[in-house]
């Protein structure tokens, strides 16, 4: 049975949804404002979240844990120092020493943003943040699980995007990778060129070192750009990022409950993560302390939820975390025949730059994809304080509660 079978004037009836989705959106941007990863505002809404919850699934718990808010983006500032360090001690003629800290920026890079690896967080201060889940049973023994995953944390402003959109994000993430291989190159030539360790360089005789010391000394101002990427003093209010997500969510549990829908044999679920944008460190937490997930006797699948604005650019994650983790093919397929059932052709494609919450149970064997309606060059709301409630689409919205319920209603019926 299709969800547009299972009451009388669906369209009619959904709109009650979309309306409770897009109220409670504003409500918590208004109450709540700007929701940093571990932070009161964060904890705040999800104890609002929570009472909604607690009307529409028989078990609902708050699951904390630690978290630094800024180790994940902190790569950039850290490595901009590092990278400056490394030019000063090519100055001084200390190659190696250069070298080493070119070659640590990048790796250092490469497992924070590219894998998402947690290896600047032992240097951070930790706070309290929660994952909030809640639980529809299923009527007789529970066979099959449809987790419904979205975020509750918003991110600290990106600058440039803000600023300039797509250009400025290009110039500071290309830049900084020029200048960075740049400076690995040179480093390298100067160590095989004249050793470990030479004169400093305006010393030197050799011409083609100073030369090089020069090209170093172009990429200070790139890094300077890089530096200030992240405005971390003013936290956007992530009414679309991701609010949006959580309360379409929300919205299934809600229609289930108040059409008194309960399915034979599977259970429906709510996942609202925190510090999504603290480097997917909620969904990855959440994986880690809930091993059934993994129970072959209780097939569990995740439809992430994200960013849910602009119905031109609607598509389904089937890689996720810049492309490098393979979701689950099925469950890309299971949301686009749900998609289809709600009326919409939605393509399955790839997240290019960044992860969403479904990177995490796919890394860990959990079936998993992610729906989003989003822009991906990004859009200027993206991560800055343009992402208000003026940004709320009701139409995607709409869209957004219609393929989350078909999406529902299709894993009931067919499973994967």
Not at 79 to 106: H, Q, W
Request: hydrophobic share 45%.
């Amino acid at each position: 049975m299709k969800a547009s079978e299972s009451i009388a004037n669906y369209d009619i009836k959904v709109r009650e949804y979309t309306n409770y989705a897009i109220k409670s959106i504003k409500n918590c941007c208004k109450n709540f404002g700007p929701r940093p990863t571990g932070s009161e505002a964060e904890k705040n809404a999800q104890e609002y979240m929570m009472n909604d919850l607690n009307n529409f699934c028989d078990e609902v718990t708050r699951e904390e844990f630690k978290v630094s808010d800024k180790a994940f983006m902190s790569w950039i500032r850290i490595g901009v120092v590092m990278a400056i360090i490394a030019i000063t001690m090519f100055t001084l003629g200390f190659y190696v020493v250069s070298l080493a800290l070119y070659a640590l920026t990048i790796l250092m890079i490469v497992l924070e943003f590219v894998f998402y690896k947690p290896v600047l967080d032992v240097f951070f201060k930790k706070k309290t943040a929660g994952n909030v889940y809640g639980v529809r049973k299923a009527k007789g023994e529970t066979k099959k699980r449809i987790i419904l995953c979205a975020h509750t944390d918003s991110a600290y402003e990106w600058k440039y995007t803000y600023k300039t959109g797509r250009k400025g994000v290009a110039f500071n993430i290309y830049g900084a990778l020029a200048s960075l291989l740049i400076g690995l190159g040179v480093s390298i030539y100067a160590v095989v060129a004249n050793g470990a360790f030479s004169d400093i360089v305006w010393l030197s005789e050799g011409l083609v070192v100073k030369i090089l010391a020069v090209v170093l000394y172009l990429t200070i101002i790139i890094y300077c750009f890089n530096f200030s990427f992240i405005n971390y003093k003013n936290p956007v209010t992530g009414c679309i990022d991701n609010l949006s997500g959580v309360f379409i969510s929300n919205a299934v549990a809600k229609y289930l409950n108040d059409n008194d829908i309960r399915f034979e044999n599977t259970e429906v679920c709510v996942l609202l993560t925190g510090a999504e944008e603290a480097g997917l460190r909620g969904s990855k937490s959440f994986v880690k302390n809930h091993p059934e997930l993994q129970n072959k006797d209780v097939e569990t699948v995740v439809m992430g939820v994200d960013t849910i604005c602009e119905m031109d650019f609607m598509k389904i994650y089937s890689k996720d975390m810049n492309g490098l983790t393979k979701n689950d093919s099925r469950v890309a397929k299971l949301i686009q025949d749900g998609a289809k059932n709600a009326g919409y052709d939605v393509p399955t494609g790839v997240i290019e730059l960044g992860a969403t919450d479904s990177a995490a149970f796919s890394q860990k064997g959990v079936s998993a994809a992610t729906f989003v309606a989003m822009n991906p060059e990004p859009s200027r709301y993206y991560h800055t304080r343009l992402d208000t409630v003026e940004m709320i689409k009701p139409q995607a919205i709409d869209a957004g509660v219609k393929i989350a319920l078909e999406t529902v209603f299709l894993y009931d019926e067919k499973g994967i």
